[in-house]
């Protein structure tokens, strides 16, 4: 047996995690960007910058806040104690707010350029043969938008994948809650299990391998994977 | 039908840019809006269909209401029964030409009187293009499919916006005549925005002439044409518009003579028929003046008129002359030392001498 049953575990709930993250995030995403696209709005560079900020900034860092912000003093943690809905770190619930978070921006930069690349007036057109402006986002943005939401798919859950730093900081490492495969090879390599740290790692060079093709093949315009 | 006539009046200031234009126009036939760029036709445009939303406007509709910042009222674009035609290619690249026609069909006004597609798809020659992609059609095919798909709707207004310019010559003169069978056999009124003036001789029946953002003239094409201030706009294209039929064929000499009220012209027989309908134009510079006719010259044609008005031409050598013919009115661009010499003046006879006429439709 190449993988033992936590590793099993490990992978589905990564792929559970990488799923839900890249819905939510194209969910959200969508109309984020959409408004980068479109506003002239004196918001625009800040908020802009902030969806940037998970690119560059440590994960230890992000994970620290999201810790402190979701922990029990914190004013989120508070609202969903008040909610009933107990603290979000370590649990599932934390760990995929810590990756919605950290793969933001992968989700809102392709479709805004994809939206930006679109331009204005496609929507005039729509507008001039009578479709309401969701009509007109539905059946002519979204369509023509469609490799920016190819792209922002494949990235967001390739990131998520990858993610280690914010997952080890938010949601511990327990075993069929939170272990994911990133940090299930860390376990691996802590206890000197190599061969099974073998095993996952070249699992996961060629799983990101193959969604990098996917991604230039989808979109045969350019070889290049971030847009 | 009589319709009641469209009201444009629009204020909009921007940086560099001031446009105020009030205009009453007949709701049928080609209204043309003429003039440079940067004269504010196009903006015109986009706000009668609110694309763009001037401060104070009133935009009435054969005498629907699409808006009155008096009242408040404020159309969006979807709301207004219009097809428009942009000036580049706007059709939608994911979809093939029948995607990009059954858009506009779906979206249809269903109170509005029903078209028959397949006749416009048939009268712009499209018939062949259905399963075609817009990146596999030539610059002239895609605006035939763009005016098809702007007439699916079923507009009560159709806004064209320099729909020939993104096009060289040769397409311009095979897009033209679809223009005009659009005009003839549809009925539907359009708004058309253009800075060529052979577009404004062969389409238009009223004619709005614009310049930095202010109406210079508007009226009925041939009004406006010989209007003795308009050349200043028109420049080498200045001259007037004549509409007549065909009254004498002269296999000999494979001439055709034309009647206008008020006299009749001779010219090149490219095979018109006997008791058709045709307009004329005849440029300013290609029409000189004689007090007394002529008796030994190659012209053929020599009309008897009355100086009407004269006005100063684009360069200081040059003067303008308004002759009355009967019920019909001939530019001619003459020197001002002519004016001079034959001491014209508003009131003396004169004749004609017209070198060239153009049949332009």
Redesign the interface.
Same mark, same amino acid.
């Given at each position: 047996m190449l993988f033992s049953a936590d590793d099993l575990n490990a992978i589905g709930l990564t792929l559970k995690l990488a799923s839900l993250t890249t819905l939510l995030l194209l969910l959200l995403a969508t109309p984020l960007a959409w408004w980068l696209a479109r506003t002239a709005s004196r918001w625009r560079a800040p908020v802009g910058a902030l969806v940037a900020l998970p690119l560059v900034l440590p994960p230890t860092v992000l994970g620290f806040y999201l810790l402190v912000l979701l922990g029990p003093q914190g004013w989120v943690g508070r609202l969903t104690q008040a909610l009933g809905l107990g603290t979000l770190p370590f649990s599932f619930g934390g760990l995929l707010a810590g990756s919605l978070v950290y793969s933001l921006p992968f989700a809102v930069q392709p479709l805004q350029h994809a939206f930006e690349a679109i331009g204005p %007036? #496609?929507l005039?057109?729509? *507008?001039? @043969?009578? *479709?309401?402006?969701l009509?007109?986002f539905l059946?002519?943005v979204l #369509? @023509?938008a %469609?490799p920016g939401f190819v792209t922002a798919a494949l990235l967001s859950f390739a990131h998520t994948v990858g993610e280690f730093g914010v997952v080890l900081m938010i949601g511990g490492n327990i075993p069929g809650q939170t272990r994911v495969v990133s940090t299930q090879i860390y376990g691996h390599v802590e206890a000197l299990e190599y061969a099974q740290a073998h095993w996952l790692a070249a699992a996961m060079v060629l799983f990101s391998f193959v969604a990098l093709l996917g991604l230039t093949r989808l979109n045969r315009r350019s070889a290049r994977v971030l847009p | 039908m009589n319709a009641a006539p469209h009201r444009i009046r629009l204020a909009l200031t921007r940086p560099a840019f001031q446009l105020s234009v009030d205009l009453t126009l007949p709701a049928r036939g080609i209204t043309v809006l003429f003039g440079p760029s940067g004269s504010g036709k196009t903006t015109v445009l986009r706000c009668v269909? $609110?694309?763009e939303r001037a401060g104070q406007a009133l935009v009435r509709i054969a005498g629907e209401v699409w808006q009155d910042e008096a009242q408040r009222v404020f159309l969006? =674009?979807? !709301?207004r029964p /219009? $097809?428009?035609v942009?000036q580049e290619a706007?059709l939608?690249?994911?979809l093939d030409v029948r995607g990009n026609l059954a858009? $506009?069909l779906r !979206?249809?006004?269903p109170g509005a009187p029903a078209l028959a597609l397949d006749a416009v798809v048939e009268l712009l020659g499209i018939g062949a293009l259905m399963a075609r992609r817009p990146h596999q059609l030539s610059g002239g095919e895609r605006q035939r499919v763009a005016i098809a !798909?702007?007439l699916? =709707?079923r507009p009560r207004l159709l /806004?064209l916006d320099e729909p020939l310019a993104s096009l060289d010559q040769a397409r311009r003169q095979d897009i033209l005549p679809w223009l005009e069978r659009l005009r003839d056999e549809l009925r539907v009124p359009m708004l058309y925005v253009t800075h060529a003036a052979d577009e404004v001789a062969r389409l238009a029946d009223t004619l709005v002439v614009l310049d930095q953002g202010r109406v210079v003239a508007a009226g009925p094409v041939a009004e406006v044409l010989a209007d003795v201030r308009t050349p200043v706009v028109l420049g080498e294209d200045a001259g007037a518009l004549l509409e007549g039929t065909v009254a004498e064929r002269d296999a000999r000499w494979h001439l055709a003579r034309v009647a206008f009220a008020g006299g009749h012209l001779w010219l090149r027989d490219s095979g018109l028929a006997l008791g058709q309908r045709v307009r004329l134009r005849v440029l300013a510079r290609d029409v000189s003046l004689a007090t007394a006719p002529a008796r030994h010259t190659s012209i053929q044609n020599l009309l008897p008129g009355t100086v009407q008005a004269i006005a100063a031409g684009a360069h200081p050598s040059q003067a303008l002359v308004r002759v009355a013919l009967g019920e019909s009115v001939l530019l001619a661009r003459v020197t001002a030392r002519a004016v001079d010499a034959l001491r014209l003046a508003p009131g003396t006879p004169v004749w004609a001498q017209v070198k060239t006429v153009a049949l332009v439709g």
């Open positions: %007036r #496609p005039e057109v729509a *507008a001039t @043969l009578r *479709a309401r402006p009509d007109a059946t002519v #369509p @023509l %469609r | 269909a $609110g694309l969006p =674009t979807w !709301r /219009l $097809g428009y942009f706007s939608f690249e994911h858009y $506009g !979206r249809a006004d !798909r702007a699916a =709707t /806004l």
